[in-house]
Structure formats: structure tokens, C-alpha cells
């Protein structure tokens, strides 16, 4: 992982109450954790740092966008994302992270890395399974969707074809199905 300096908040000298951080990421940001499943990135994080005699509380909430390919047809769109995050941090004698919502830091810390809490929040806000909007509503033509809606043609005739064969069963199947139900 390379250096994160931008995202560290010292909290030290800062007074007791609320204080507001803004950081606008893009690709570079993720180029610091090796990931690289976003095409193109525009995102706006909001931090709350509300400090208390005796732990800090950081409320991380981003909005924006990522350009992802489509699961069906690879076409690159922008996906609408958005999401929350809290976070406390106490102070111990020893460094633990264990907990996803509690941060325990040693007494003589000084500053916070925020870098890592805001790209596991981003991350985990992405959907599995990422559908283009033109997918959904019928506006998106591409050869790949073309042949998926023909091989979906071919499943429901072979589906109809079945439930013919169903219909003309034997009728001696019948009688012997009724002797099932007569007990």
C-alpha cells in the first residue's frame, strides 16, 4: 500500500465537538489499494469528526459515481453510489482493529488514517451484480443482448414443448394414477 498522507486527521489539536472533512476521490485513490474494477471514479466523502474527552466518533457518508462494466453485456455505464459508515475509536494500551465498528488506538496517537475505512465503505456499497440501466428498461441495444434474448426465446418454446408432451400422456397413466389417489 502506497502513502495515504491526505487522509490522515490529526485530532489532537482540535477542540472538543464536531469538525467537517471533505475528500473528493477518483481512480488514483484506488490505485493506492491495487484495485482497479472501476473504469473511471467520482466520488464525494463527507467526515464528521466529533471528538469527546474520551473517544472520537467518524461518520463516513459518500456519494457519486463509478464507471463498471455491465454483468450481461460489458458495456461500461455509470452506477449511482451511495453510502454510511460509522466508526468509534477508543484509546487502550494496545493498537486493535478487530471490530469493523470500533477502533482502539494507544494512548499516544496523535492522527487517524481514514484511507482504509473510506475504500472498504465504497467497496462494500458496489453492487454484485452490476446491470446497465438500458438493460433494464429496453433502451440498450448490443449484439451481446441480442443473442441473450435469443437464447431466451429458445428456453420458453422448449418449456412449451414440455408442457404439450404433458398434455398427451397416456390415458391408461390415468387409471393407474388414480389408484395412488383412491387409498
Not at 485530532?11 to 473511471?40: C, M, P, R, T, W
Request: proline letters at 4%.
Amino acid at each position: 500500500m502506497k502513502n495515504t498522507k491526505e487522509y490522515l486527521i490529526p485530532f489532537v489539536g482540535l477542540k472538543q465537538g464536531k469538525h467537517h472533512f471533505e475528500y473528493q476521490l477518483s481512480n488514483a485513490f484506488f490505485e493506492i489499494f491495487d484495485y482497479d474494477e472501476f473504469e473511471n471514479s467520482d466520488i464525494k466523502v463527507n467526515v464528521v469528526l466529533e471528538k469527546n474527552s474520551s473517544m472520537l466518533e467518524l461518520v463516513f457518508q459518500h456519494s457519486g459515481t463509478v464507471n463498471v462494466p455491465c454483468d450481461l453485456t460489458s458495456e461500461d455505464f455509470d452506477l449511482p453510489i451511495n453510502g454510511e459508515m460509522k466508526l468509534i475509536v477508543r484509546f487502550g494500551e494496545e493498537f486493535n482493529n478487530d471490530n469493523e465498528e470500533l477502533l482502539i488506538l494507544p494512548f499516544g496517537e496523535f492522527e487517524i488514517d481514514v484511507a482504509q475505512y473510506m475504500y472498504e465503505m465504497i467497496v462494500l456499497s458496489i453492487p454484485l451484480r452490476r446491470v446497465h440501466p438500458g438493460v433494464e428498461d429496453g433502451s440498450l441495444k448490443t449484439e451481446a443482448l441480442d443473442k441473450l434474448n435469443e437464447l431466451q426465446v429458445k428456453e420458453q418454446q422448449q418449456e412449451e414443448k414440455e408442457e404439450e408432451n404433458e398434455e398427451n400422456i397416456d390415458p391408461r397413466w390415468d387409471k393407474l394414477k388414480q389408484l395412488l389417489t383412491d387409498k
